[in-house]
């Protein structure tokens, strides 16, 4: 079943009222926070209210998932720990750098007996992860790992690699692409990582559209004034949707059920643009069903 994933918001797991609001705004996600918006001190609380707020439920259709901190900081254990029993749609986990990081959280969510409804979602933000992410993408073949797809941090390459980020990303296509192609590779999902000048709202949308044009499923947000640009961009627009309802018609026509190839509006359409078009009205009749736009 496909799942839209046009946007999704970070929230702190620290911040109640947020965790509230996070019910009712026209997101096709919430990342629920426990590492870079929450303060060391605040750890313990922002673990025991996602847990209460995930308890509660009412987020309705949106996928909710809980950002752990990295397997290098004292957190990771607990956080995973609630994660696991909280039972959220995922667990995202920053910095991942190798299989045997997969593997640590595997493990962990083995010997708690988390529900293997439960998948794991990797950040891409280290110079060793770019590198690594086609051995990254193939962990998947393995079950144990849970892995669900990617989600591409450009602010955090950037400190690491010092690839500045300039508007248009042109330095940072090349390892965009190569994870892109590491995920398709092996039928994972990829969100774009967000865009920190929330009150740019022109240079967000050309990012969107971009990342959009790049293959990237959605994007990661960090601002509610961002989802609807958002959820807009991302969303297949009514022509080619039609385009695509006309493409799959022609092609159910008795005369043309063994053509490999055949002529609509002057231009030859092959068999791979009707396995693309059912995937543009299967994305579009997943958004309609969300009931936000």
Known sequence: MIRPRRSLLFMPGSNSRALEKARNLPVDGIILDLEDSVAPDAKAMARDQIAQAIARGGFGKREVLVRVNALDSPWWIDDLDMAGKARPG????????????????????SDISADTSIRVWAMIETARAVLHAEELAAASRDSETRLEGFVFGPNDISRETRIRMQPGRAAMLPLITHCILATRAYGLEILDGPYS????VDGFALECAQGRDLGFD???????????????????????????????????????????????DGQMVERLHAEMAKRTIAIADAIAAIGHP
């Open 218 to 264: 959605g994007k990661t947000l960090i601002h509610p004034g961002q989802i609807e640009a958002c959820n807009a961009i991302f969303t297949p627009p009514a022509e080619e949707i039609a385009q695509a309802r006309k493409i799959i018609a022609a092609f159910a026509r008795p005369e043309n059920a063994t053509r490999g190839a055949i002529s609509l």
């Open 197 to 200: 000048d929330f009150s740019n």
């Open 90 to 109: 995922g667990i995202l986990v920053p910095k991942i750098s190798s299989v045997k990081d997969l593997i640590a959280i595997a493990d962990r969510l």
